[in-house]
């Protein structure tokens, strides 16, 4: 591929019909077992340094967008260009040579353009995630007989009869990783009267079978020494459960896991998610005043002192080196880096913020590397029945305690914040105040002295600012043209940490 850009290059609203173009010289449907025109529209679109742009689409008839389609991961097709394909946010190749590229059909049914660093796949196909096909075929007898094993280790589950499973893909990352829900059928004994019912429960494939053994392991050491918690009483919350769902086993060779679903256990209660649990609620008057600010303040207590178990378990993740204060101080200088190049005008003040953030983080000296969850944040909760649970320890790691406070805090800002709208600030501080005054109380009757807790939260400032130059990134790595006052109102946010 040639290093310059031509005057005919492709552009991002180019690729669908590149997309359709290369299907249908594999002789491939996009839509099977339709005769209308298939149409492709944009669900996910990513840029990551070094690691080149991931477009995800919606695949459906022209003119009909059904929303249940539109999220439906297999009516979806995926878009990867190499790095080595792209020039910032331009792509290097032209619909000619698009058209005329040698075309790889591999095994897997992805479709593989060498010459021009992109690859096309209709999912389940995935080259950088193998096993998910496999993961998603209940006519797989591996896959089969170890749902068979998790829901018989399931109370009340042990002598049904499993008469259907369907797999229901419902996060998905390209040669990344995939969550899956599986419906499963169940057909009670005679013993215990017989009843047919539905049991979920969720697996998640990774692109590396270590990583799955790695982290499926750590969460039943977790998981067991939090069943032994169960009942205590900690700030005020009762904890009937451990803070995550109960692992259900794996697949070693497809790097398969399975964990058992969050569901209240009694009929008419709800669970919410934590996205949904910790946004903003106003109440407004007549003229459109804001008369009430409403804190989800159990939510936040129940997640404080979660967090608080979680930086006191005995549990520690296998690694060798810590998730150090130097390792996100690099971290805040390339993504800045990567927005001042978005972002000219404001260049200078980024790369300056960025460079007194990563000097502080360079210097913090904690107490002791923790148990840490590396992710920490609204998304990766979920909450019913006054209890609150975490998922996803992908990232599960040593680190500062205030990584994961300072990462939760970060997220806890609203989007409305950066447009200044009424009652966000004063939301925000409000559950911010919430959140680390119960994880103090919390860390403090768990048996942390209260010198190191205020140290906790001291650093956690820093650590907000350096996941606050992550959030900066999005409209970057979307593509998205600049947004100066968003931007503005974020390093106004960032310095204010420091």
């Known amino acids: 591929m040639s290093d310059q850009l ?111 660093g992109l690859s096309v796949q209709a999912f389940p196909a995935d080259s950088g995630l193998p096993a998910l096909a496999a993961s998603c075929d209940m006519s797989q007898s591996q896959v089969f007989e170890a749902i068979e094993r998790a829901i018989h280790t399931q109370p009340g589950n042990r002598d049904a009869h499993i008469m259907h499973i369907k797999a229901e893909p419902v996060r998905y990352k390209p040669a990344n990783r995939c969550v899956i829900r599986y419906h499963v059928l169940l057909e009670d004994s005679e013993a215990n009267g017989g009843a047919i019912r539905n049991v979920t429960l969720f697996g998640k494939v990774y692109a590396d079978p270590e990583q799955a053994r790695s982290v499926q392991a750590l969460q039943q050491r977790l998981y067991d020494e939090q069943l032994t918690r169960s009942g ?27 964990n058992e679903a969050v569901q209240p256990a009694e009929h008419g209660e709800h669970m919410l998610t934590g996205t949904r649990a910790l946004q903003p609620r106003m109440e407004q008057g007549r003229g459109g005043e804001i008369i009430n600010i409403a ?128 009652g966000m600030r004063a939301w925000f501080e409000a559950a911010a105040e919430v959140f680390t005054t119960t994880y103090s109380q919390a860390m403090r009757e768990l048996g942390t002295e209260q010198a190191v807790i205020e140290g906790i939260i001291e650093r956690s400032r820093l650590y907000e600012a350096a996941l606050l130059f992550k959030i900066a990134t999005r409209r970057v790595n979307r593509l998205n043209s600049p947004r100066p006052k968003e931007l503005s109102a974020m390093l106004h946010e960032i310095a204010a940490c420091l």
């Open 6 to 116: 031509t005057n005919a290059s492709v552009t991002i609203s180019d690729l669908p019909g590149i997309v359709i173009q290369l299907f249908e010289r594999a002789q491939r449907q996009l839509l099977p077992g339709s005769q209308q025109i298939p149409g492709l529209f944009v669900r996910y679109l990513r840029r990551k340094p070094a690691r080149g742009l991931a477009v995800i689409y919606a695949v459906d008839e022209l003119g009909n967008r059904d929303l249940e389609h539109a999220h439906d991961p297999n009516r979806s097709v995926s878009l990867t260009l190499d790095e080595e394909a792209l020039a910032g946010a331009q792509i290097r190749f032209n619909e000619a040579q698009a058209r005329q590229t040698p075309l790889e059909v591999q095994p897997s049914g992805v479709l593989r353009a060498d010459d021009l």
């Open 232 to 258: 205590s009483e900690t700030a005020g919350q009762v904890y009937r459960t451990p803070l995550l769902p109960r692992p259900l086993g794996i697949v070693n060779e497809l790097g398969l896991t399975f």
């Open 295 to 422: 804190i989800p303040v159990e939510e936040l207590r129940l997640t404080a002192v979660a967090l608080a178990r979680l930086h006191t378990s005995a549990i520690h993740p296998d690694e060798k080196t810590p998730r150090t204060g130097a390792k996100e101080a690099k971290r805040a200088r390339d993504r800045a880096a990567l927005i001042a190049r978005h972002n000219p005008a404001q260049a200078e003040e980024v790369q300056q913020l960025a460079q007194q953030l990563a000097s502080r983080l360079e210097a913090l000296q904690p107490d002791s590397y923790r148990p840490a969850h590396g992710g920490f944040k609204s998304s990766q909760l979920l909450f019913h029945s006054h209890q609150v649970f975490v998922v996803d320890f992908d990232g599960f790691c040593l680190a500062d305690a205030a990584l994961d406070v300072g990462y939760f805090l970060a997220y806890l800002r609203p989007s409305g914040l950066w447009y200044a709208r009424p």
